[in-house]
């Protein structure tokens, strides 16, 4: 863990001097190929990895009839294979294809002198620990939904259903993020969305109840999940999830105050959150429908900036402080859902040819 902390709080610091200093572009960028780097050269980190260097196996030895991974995934192996590299070429490709369209996503969503911090909440949350370092098939997808806000905004549905269509060439569940185009466009009240967080957790268990009669008559290759599909979401860190959704409450408080009627994107971006909050209350009792949230629950990396013009200038240095505590408090209920995966950290050392 020390060296997740040591990385981040690294991070932390070049993205508060993008603040204050005029080379914010710069330092954003230091801080994007630092991620890449930390993450492309993880070694045997994350639940999924095994699998995934199994697939690459198989790609590089000719044989895929047994793979259930999309069509885009295995062409990233084929040139990987191609060039006869090892695994690691392969997270390098994938962390840069995601971290494209993050990018993308970062500066088209928040102003420029944010662009450094929202990849520190990138970082902290759960769509990097469990999507850039395990699921990575889905972690693609996500990035490039996330991506395909901007035809959101300009009601594009065409455009949009293209690159949905893209994403799911990487995850199939992209298709969940369908429903985002038809989001409310204006402010929501603030006891609409405490009523609606209220409802959705009071109905979890029914989704259970409903999802297990469906699961019930699944075959194939998903039988292998049914442990998973069984589960209760987070059940290993109860703590964790509590702090998490109090956290991504206290971010929606913080950013209605300082949104404007007239702010039609970012209240866009601070609904598909809400929504995706929804989800993971509604979902809380069904482990594997979580992957259908991580598609809403991303537009924290951006709503999480508005925070800053919710407080007068003098009081920002206490914002700041605050700010930190909440991104510190959301990486450590994370870490303690996945630290059986992540903890220690790990380096590829061998060649890469």
Known sequence: MIVYIAFASILVIIAFLGRICKQSCLLYYVILFLIAVFTAMRNGIGVDT????????????????????????????????????????????????????????????????????????????????????????????????????????????????????????????????????????????????????????????????????????????YMGYAKLFNGDANAKSGLGVIARVLIWLAVVLFAHRSIKPDQTKKIIFLNLFIFGVCLYLLNSKVDILNRINEYYLGYLIVVFTYIFNAFRSNSKPIVYIISCCLILGLFMSFILFVKDAFIPYKMYVGNFI
């Open 50 to 221: 095994a699998s995934y260097q199994n697939i690459y196996n198989q790609v590089l030895y000719g044989y895929t009839g047994s793979s259930h991974a999309e069509i885009g995934y295995i062409y990233i192996n084929k040139i990987a294979a191609i060039l006869n590299s090892p695994y690691v070429v392969v997270q390098f490709m994938t962390v840069c294809l995601s971290l494209t369209f993050l990018h993308a996503f970062v500066t088209y969503g928040t102003d420029k002198h944010e662009w450094g911090f929202a990849l520190i909440v990138f970082l902290c949350s759960n769509l990097y620990l469990s999507y850039y370092c395990s699921g990575v098939r889905q972690g693609i997808a996500v990035s490039i939904c996330l991506f395909s806000s901007r035809y959101i905004i300009n009601r594009q549905f065409l455009k949009f259903l293209m690159v949905i269509g893209c994403a799911m060439l990487f995850h199939k569940s992209a298709i969940c993020f369908i429903p985002g185009y038809f989001i409310y466009r204006k402010k929501i009240k603030l006891k609409y969305i405490i009523a609606a967080c209220v409802v959705a957790y009071l109905l979890a268990p029914y989704v259970k109840i409903c999802f297990d009669i469906a699961i019930g008559h699944v075959t194939g290759h």
